[in-house]
């Protein structure tokens, strides 16, 4: 069983930040990737950042240089730091991990959400 609480989400102005946390918890062999998502009203879900058990990270090109993730592997935790927001950034930030479950098994689990909501 694995179980992921996201916090951090809330209505702030823009050019204001915002901190996203992520903890996953339960039967956990490992974490692989983890990594944030987000959804606005009429749109489709798109991948905001995320980072891999190596390192690597990755960005959406909208929030480059603005938003930063990272992760806390002894708390199972990622985070992802959202400054300069704009209005755009309003949406439903969902938390994704993929945890292995065995040497062969893996799944991706998603939180339930935060909103965050820019107001200009």
């Known amino acids: 069983q694995v179980q992921l609480v996201e916090s951090g989400g809330g209505l702030v102005q823009a050019g204001g930040s915002l901190r996203l946390s992520c903890a996953a918890s339960g039967s956990i062999f490992s974490i692989n990737t983890m990594g944030w998502y987000r959804q606005a009203p009429g749109k489709q879900r798109e991948l905001v950042a995320l980072?891999?058990?190596?390192?690597?990270?990755k960005y959406a090109d909208s929030v480059k240089g603005r938003f930063t993730i990272s992760r806390d592997n002894a708390k199972n935790t990622v985070y992802l730091q959202m400054n300069s927001l704009k209005p755009e950034d309003t949406a439903v930030y969902y938390c994704?991990?993929?945890?292995?479950?065995?040497?062969?098994?893996?799944?991706?689990?998603w939180g339930q959400g935060t909103q965050v909501t820019v107001s200009s």
């Open positions: 994704n991990v993929g945890v292995v479950a065995s040497l062969s098994v893996a799944y991706d689990y």
């Open positions: 980072v891999t058990t190596g390192g690597r990270l």
